[in-house]
């Protein structure tokens, strides 16, 4: 299911089935949601939108499958619900602190998704995303604008994961038994300094100005401050217990590198 025709085109023309449908409008072909929901595992990745406390997308979406019964459904939220922790390690059972109205409506959804499915019968896998990165996923335009960056020794831990990464959590999650919630995160935490370093010198673009956080708070956009001012470390034990999947990116470094080298290897083909 997307948005757009020009999606819903791509898919098609790979083989893939595709239902194009606007959760933010009356649309009449959310009358085929139930029927493609039915026995079916469902990814649901839409964001919520931007202006609303809670969720609507998800409650027009979980109200569009009338009496159909999936399989499994699966909500990808952000480790953001965790709040900042002061750097302190985050397992699926710690606390839920959302500094920000964009986290909340994260947690507004999550406790939809589990009380539909717990009144429906239906499995239920929660992954807790932090900034996902890969190939076209890079800041390469961060560096290329000269935005500064919170220097080393006052930037507090970050966490990512690969887009490879993530999609083999969600295929795994889906195709198992599994259910609850998992952190998907590949073990690195390194600073968001830390990496754009480490993007700027692979990618062979000037590394940027590092600034003191106070400076931060001067120069540095709200929305990328919120994300910057929290620190914690995301445990991803069960997502490699549980679900089984061991990260092939579990270093950041390595990570970039592979990233940048697929970009290439597109522009030679």
Known sequence: MVRSTGSAAALRNGGIEALEIDLDRDDRSLAALGAAAQGATIAYLAPPPESAATDPRLATFLAALGSARPAALLYMSTTGVYGDTGGEVVTESAPLLPGSDRARRRVAAETAAAQWCEACGVRCVILRVPGI????????????????????????????????????ACVAALDGSANGIFNVTDGDTASTTEYLLVAAELAGLPPPELITRAEAQRRIPPGMLAFLNEARRVDNRRMREVLGVQPVYADMRAGVAASLEEMRASLRH
């Open 133 to 168: 990165y890969g190939p076209h996923r890079l800041p390469l335009e961060r560096l290329r604008r000269g935005e500064p960056a919170i220097r080393p020794e006052d930037a507090g831990p970050g966490n990512r994961i690969h887009v490879d990464d993530l999609v083999t």
